[in-house]
């Protein structure tokens, strides 16, 4: 069924024309990857599709009451109001849900046979699921545990966030919405490994549609069923993930570039024919040959590259095997005194790419700003090579000047160079024309990343330090900068959690935690699955946790038992056995329930949740009455 359709979709802004004849159709249980280079409209169109903006042109169709879920319709962040707050409080409209819901099921029981009240329950619950349901508070506490906040951080007033955290907090009170089409802007950047893989999860099992603008190919991979390029105004619509998006793509380059290549020839041959023959005694010949011509549908000149991203880094002097860095015994404070890490210590090598990654708030950018000589540690030694120089790339982007154009902010740096010279510069930077006499200050997030890219490749430097450097890049500038990493012939140390291209550029991986760093000479995979095992082990803690009232009221039986203390020991026992069973019929219907059979139907769902409704129930007298036992 079609939850929202948008047909010939045009939209200008000025002489600027960003979408033009646009379409879109989102059904239910859809997965849509939305791709395109930046400024190619993508915002714009889930704007429209999320009715926050109008068309100019084209018309936009959707289901009666469809809730649709965007992180505009986020109140902002007010004073006084913690994170579990912010997050479980989201848009307002959940308790509205609920009551609505309870009103239904009061009608349903004096009718239950009609369709329409059927129809409408159906819906109702599904929105409800997917806002958290009857476990609200729960689904809540795993949304922030999964996005990385830590009890310490749930009790924040948000208004104190920084920017990542508030990103973060935005994406997970959207995540609680109860929604029947999700839209997720960028939900990655700002996100650590654990982070990226936990809404990968969520939105597989989402129990509405989920429509997402992404540049991360592996989480397109993931999550998505197809994928919806925009380009020159266009929305063009590819069957499966990212990676089946990419060879439909470059099988549809080949066999246009050969029908471009065929034609072409064709047309030379028979324009050589027409010049030889044209006023000899075979003229009706050749001009029947120049009307067909006239005629002939012109195949377009294939885009070979679509604005490709062409960076070199120059410099890396060293030789093989050389030590770029050292680091020993490296310590680091937070300003209120706690230590941040200890112990740190590893070497870099001329020629190696290492990736440093670790949960938000581990401490890889203080790191990282001691190895380049920006920050000082508490404890410890960094020993780089003789005159080695450092290249760095910073979030804050620090080193960008904060006035002055584009063009302006490459010449401060290098006063030596001319005009053209710089433009040519910045055109592999994809800025030119009269973009390279924009203010830096009104440059896009992207833009503003590829201006620090542009000065950054402009300097030779022997090692480089790049924080996040993927944030914000399209995914043509993205694998532009791989090539450029893995063509570099000095060292480099890269903060990210894009893993595609972790995986494209790194030797090896660091993984700093709890204030340890550890060494993954495997790389990225070795490391992932370690974090897996880990948060395994995690899971199984929790259970044993949530099941430590049942054993001790095994120990407390066997204590009392012993000391003759205990009224009716056997009823003690069964006592303990129910309690046993019920926690392991609980943790069962937990996994029925998120089981895709399930979640996405609403008897189902129904059903289940009154049973765990009577097992919570039973297993909270049964507590009691342990608790009471004499």
């Known amino acids: 069924m079609t939850l929202i359709s948008l047909d010939k979709i045009e939209r200008v802004f000025g002489d600027l024309v960003v979408l033009d004849g646009a379409r879109l159709r989102v059904e239910e249980r859809d997965r849509i990857g939305i791709i395109g280079d930046n400024g190619a409209g993508k915002t714009t169109l889930i704007k429209i599709l999320a009715g926050i903006d109008d068309a100019d042109r084209g018309s936009r169709n959707c289901q009666r009451d469809l809730r649709i879920g965007y992180a505009a319709q986020i109140p902002e962040r007010t004073p006084g109001t913690t994170v579990h707050e912010f997050v479980l409080r989201g848009n307002g409209v959940f308790p509205q849900l609920e009551e609505r819901i309870r009103a239904l099921e009061a009608e349903l029981a004096a ?28 689904v809540c506490d795993r949304v922030l545990d999964g996005l990385g906040f830590s009890d310490d951080d749930r009790r924040k007033d948000v208004i104190k966030l920084s920017g990542g955290e508030a990103a973060r907090a935005a994406l997970a009170a959207l995540m609680l919405q109860p929604v029947d089409l999700l839209i997720l802007d960028e939900p990655t950047n700002h996100l650590d490994l654990q982070g990226i893989e936990f809404v990968e999860q969520f939105v597989t ?29 266009l929305a063009r619509r590819y069957p499966g993930n990212y990676s089946a998006f990419a060879k439909q793509t470059d099988l549809e380059l080949l066999t246009t570039s050969r029908a471009y290549k065929d034609q072409q020839e064709f047309i030379q041959k028979e324009m050589e024919y027409i010049r030889k023959h044209m006023g000899s005694r075979m003229t009706a010949q050749a001009k029947g040959r120049l009307k067909r011509l006239k005629r002939l549908q012109l195949i377009e000149r294939p885009k070979t590259s679509k604005g490709e991203m062409r960076l070199k880094f120059t410099g890396g002097r060293g030789q093989s095997g050389q030590s770029v860095l050292e680091v020993d015994d490296l310590a680091a404070k937070l300003p209120d005194g706690r230590e941040l890490f200890r112990q740190v210590g590893f070497r870099l090598y001329h020629g190696e790419r290492l990736g440093l990654l670790g949960r938000n708030g581990a401490g890889k950018t203080t790191l990282l700003r001691i190895l380049c000589g920006r920050a000082q540690p508490s404890r410890g030694e960094v020993r780089r090579a003789h005159r080695v120089r450092p290249g760095v790339f910073t979030q804050e982007m620090e080193d960008l000047p904060t006035h002055g154009t584009v063009l302006e902010a490459m010449q401060a740096l290098d006063p030596q160079a001319t005009h053209k010279e710089l433009r040519d510069h910045l055109a592999l930077f994809m800025f030119s024309g009269d973009e390279v006499d924009q203010p830096v200050a009104n440059l896009s997030g992207g ?16 090692y480089l330090c790049l924080d996040e450097p993927t944030n914000h890049l399209d995914i043509t500038a993205r694998e532009g900068l791989e090539e450029a990493l893995r063509a570099y012939p000095g060292a480099a140390l890269v903060i990210s959690h894009d893993r595609q291209f972790l995986e494209a550029i790194t030797d090896r991986v660091l993984y700093l935690a709890d204030g340890r760093l550890q060494t993954f000479d ?38 009392a038992a012993r000391s003759d203390k205990i009224r009716n020991p056997l009823l003690f026992e069964r006592l303990e056995a129910e309690i046993f069973g019920l926690e392991e019929q609980l943790e069962e219907l937990r996994a029925e329930m998120e089981r895709p059979e399930n979640y996405t139907n609403f008897e189902n769902m129904r059903s289940l949740e009154e049973r765990r409704a009577r097992i919570e129930a039973d297993l909270a007298a049964a507590y009691a009455k342990w608790e009471n036992w004499a």
């Open 447 to 462: 833009e503003k990343r590829r201006l620090c890219l542009a000065r950054l490749v402009r300097g030779e430097y022997d």
């Open 111 to 138: 009718a239950p046979t009609d369709e329409r009240l059927l129809a409408q329950y159906g819906a109702l619950q599904g929105a409800f699921e997917a806002g958290g349901g009857y476990d609200r508070d729960h």
């Open 205 to 233: 099992k989402h129990p509405g549609a989920v429509v997402v603008v992404s540049h991360d190919r592996r989480f397109l991979d993931a999550v998505a069923t197809s994928i919806v390029e925009v380009d020159s105004g």
């Open 522 to 559: 495997g790389g990225l995979e070795q490391c992932l699955t370690a974090l897996h095992e880990a948060e395994l082990q995690r899971k199984a803690l929790a259970r044993d946790a949530r099941q430590a009232p049942a054993n001790q009221a095994a120990g407390k039986e066997q204590g």
